[in-house]
């Protein structure tokens, strides 16, 4: 028989109804006409870009006007090319997160009570007009930069620059998203809208073209569910995505907040410190994909990367080695590479699909199939067929495990097998004599640096008496 490919990013609240669960590959449908309807991709692996050295990165940003890539590390702006060469531009306070925009030719960075614009001929500049109260978070829209007041005094207000120029204020451009008394979390542009976002509730504001003060409230655009995590909200699939103040993941629908995340994704989510999750967003190959990282704050929790696929509509996870989460947490395009930046320290790295390890180390792929069970009763499994791609392979015998999960234990049997060297395309990877069970689970994992290709798994199974 053929056992169901695991698509499914957790294993849920009930691990007798369901264990599958997908790390580090995705799935993708195949044609009509191939052997398999699905097949499952290894993540994409990592090489070493750059590091920074100086510190944690605290924001990276790429500009359009020069191509280059902008990186907040510890307290240095560096501008960094298409060799990884890194040139300090300057300085900039604070240990948090960053926030960056451009307009085209000026760079905008908001770190809490300061602001900082940087251009090229210019240099790194501090925001000086008596206007500017502060920043956690900004966003470029129709010529203006838009942030949110981090005067804890002020709950809801934003306010905008002067008309393509981030250096200067005016003490009448200040609004507030009032519908509701939440506080402002953070300002993001989409689609020519200015996004609100605040802890409980959502506002759409646009560009009236008015001359007191450019930005009205859409009518009938107040949408009751807020952000929990500020650094959640992505652009992806032609929509905005983010993490809701119920440990949700939020698509916008029109002005509808559509749920994305399933049960046993927002059961991870809620056994970790979601509401210091961070995301980032990519595309490759036709996928697009939302990456959500949530992270530890105390013993008790489990930290959790899990990845929306907006091609299949499918999540997985990703880690790194020996770690919970990914330890990738910043995100650019440039240079015609996938560029990241790790969560801790000032390593920036390549991403792609053609890496197999993360900067020398594992990154293991794991794939978890639904349990079988037989009507409640016994059965032996004689064997386990994986059906993968082999036989292409630089490094010599790289191995699968097979491990058996019976009747809710670990069987710990952990049975390696090659999934072929070069040249042996026709190679069959098959584990025998698995035992009797009541309930039985195959846990998959490939540690070798090679491509991961899987396209099925296969049982012969046989009912006791």
């Given at each position: 028989m053929r056992l169901p490919l695991s698509t499914a990013a957790a294993?849920?609240?009930?691990?007798?109804?369901?264990?599958?669960?997908?790390?580090?590959?995705?799935?993708?449908?195949?044609?009509?006409?191939?052997?398999?309807?699905?097949?499952?991709?290894?993540?994409?692996?990592?090489?070493?870009?750059?590091?920074?050295?100086?510190?944690?990165?605290r924001g990276m940003y790429k500009t359009l006007s020069d191509g280059l890539l902008y990186v907040v590390c510890g307290s240095v702006l560096y501008q960094v090319d298409k060799t990884g060469t890194a040139t300090p531009k300057g300085t900039i306070l604070g240990?948090?997160?960053?926030?960056?925009?451009?307009?085209?030719?000026?760079?905008?960075?908001?770190?809490?009570?300061?602001?900082?614009?940087?251009?090229?001929?210019?240099?790194?500049?501090?925001?000086?007009?008596?206007?500017?109260?502060?920043?956690?978070?900004?966003?470029?829209?129709d010529g203006f930069f838009v942030f949110n007041n981090n005067n804890s005094a002020q709950n809801g207000q934003f306010f905008v620059s002067s008309l393509n120029d981030g250096t200067s204020y005016d003490a009448l451009d200040f609004a507030t998203a009032e519908r509701y008394d939440d506080a402002l979390v953070r300002v993001f542009a989409d689609h020519s809208q200015l996004l609100l976002f605040g802890e409980e509730t959502i506002e759409i504001w646009f560009n009236s073209g008015a001359a007191d003060f450019a930005f009205a409230r859409a009518q009938g655009s107040v949408i009751e569910q807020g952000l929990g995590a500020r650094w959640t909200v992505e652009k992806i699939d032609e929509s905005v995505f983010w993490l809701d103040q119920d440990g949700i993941v939020r698509r916008m629908n029109g002005l509808t907040p559509a749920r994305m995340s399933t049960h046993a994704v927002e059961n991870a989510i809620a056994k970790s410190d979601w509401r210091n999750a961070s995301s980032f967003s990519y595309t490759e190959?036709?996928?697009?994909?939302?990456?959500?990282?949530?992270?530890?704050?105390?013993?008790?929790?489990?930290?959790?990367?899990?990845?929306?696929?907006?091609?299949?509509?499918?999540?997985?996870?990703?880690?790194?080695?020996?770690?919970?989460?990914?330890?990738?947490a910043f995100y650019a395009s440039a240079f015609g590479k996938?560029?990241?930046?790790?969560?801790?320290?000032?390593?920036?790295?390549?991403?792609?699909?053609?890496?197999?390890?993360?900067?020398?180390?594992?990154?293991?792929a794991e794939m978890q199939c639904p349990p079988i069970s037989v009507d409640g009763g016994r059965f032996i499994v004689?064997?386990?067929?994986?059906?993968?791609?082999?036989?292409?392979?630089?490094?010599?015998?790289?191995?699968?495990?097979?491990?058996?999960?019976?009747?809710?234990?670990?069987?710990?049997?952990?049975?390696?097998?090659?999934?072929?060297?070069?040249?042996?395309?026709?190679?069959?990877?098959?584990?025998?004599?698995?035992?009797?069970?009541?309930?039985?689970?195959?846990?998959?994992?490939?540690?070798?640096?090679?491509?991961?290709?899987?396209?099925?798994?296969?049982?012969?199974?046989?009912?006791?008496?």
């Open positions: 294993t849920g609240r009930s691990i007798a109804l369901t264990s599958e669960r997908l790390v580090n590959m995705f799935a993708e449908a195949a044609p009509a006409s191939a052997k398999s309807p699905v097949i499952l991709h290894g993540a994409p692996g990592f090489s070493a870009f750059t590091d920074l050295v100086t510190g944690d990165v240990a948090g997160r960053v926030d960056m925009a451009s307009n085209g030719t000026q760079l905008c960075i908001v770190s809490g009570a300061k602001g900082y614009i940087y251009t090229v001929t210019g240099g790194l500049t501090t925001i000086t007009d008596t206007d500017y109260p502060g920043a956690d978070t900004v966003t470029f829209i190959e036709g996928h697009q994909f939302y990456v959500l990282t949530c992270p530890t704050a105390t013993l008790d929790q489990t930290g959790v990367t899990l990845v929306f696929d907006a091609a299949t509509q499918l999540w997985h996870e990703r880690k790194s080695y020996q770690q919970e989460t990914l330890r990738w996938h560029i990241v930046a790790a969560q801790r320290g000032g390593v920036l790295a390549e991403m792609s699909l053609d890496l197999f390890d993360e900067i020398g180390e594992p990154l293991i004689d064997q386990i067929e994986l059906d993968a791609e082999g036989g292409t392979f630089a490094e010599a015998s790289p191995k699968v495990m097979l491990d058996v999960i019976g009747d809710q234990r670990d069987d710990a049997q952990q049975q390696w097998r090659d999934l072929g060297d070069s040249g042996l395309v026709a190679h069959r990877v098959i584990w025998r004599r698995l035992g009797q069970h009541r309930t039985f689970t195959a846990r998959l994992r490939i540690s070798s640096p090679v491509k991961r290709a899987v396209m099925a798994v296969y049982a012969t199974i046989r009912r006791t008496a």
